[in-house]
Nanobody, 121 residues
Framework: QVQLVESGGGLVQAGGSLRLSCAAS???????????MGWYRQVPGKQRELVAS???????NYADSVKGRFTISRDNAKNTGYLQMNSLKPEDTAVYYC????????????WGQGTQVTVSS
């Protein structure tokens, strides 16, 4: 099992910034490698959508709605990923989920518990 713990969500005014973090840990110290890490978001009544993703080599992909405002990054040594969100808009309000695909002793697709981001106008 791989556990993902997210932090950094909250309430911010439009135009503000937030930084989300996602730390991965394996049970009993099992070793794994994070192949791809992504951030998704979901609002009630809608499907979960990909916001941004980053590969092990650092290649990134962004949803058109966040390009130029959000930046995804990762620290492989710490098994931690980040999503820097700038120039936030009310339509960015959602629950944000961290996702990681791992290989190694523990392989699989893992999700965090979600963190609420609310942007007020």
């Amino acid at each position: 099992q791989v556990q993902l713990v997210e932090s950094g969500g909250g309430l911010v005014q439009a135009g503000g910034s937030l930084r989300l973090s996602c730390a991965a840990s394996g049970s009993s110290g099992r070793i794994f490698s994070i192949v791809v890490m992504g951030w998704y978001r979901q609002v009630p009544g809608k499907q979960r959508e990909l916001v941004a993703s980053i590969t092990q080599n650092g290649n990134t992909n962004y949803a058109d709605s966040v390009k130029g405002r959000f930046t995804i990054s990762r620290d492989n040594a710490k098994n931690t990923g980040y999503l820097q969100m700038n120039s936030l808009k009310p339509e960015d309000t959602a629950v944000y989920y961290c996702n990681m695909f791992t290989v190694g002793v523990v392989s699989g697709n893992w999700w965090g518990q979600g963190t609420q981001v609310t942007v007020s106008s």
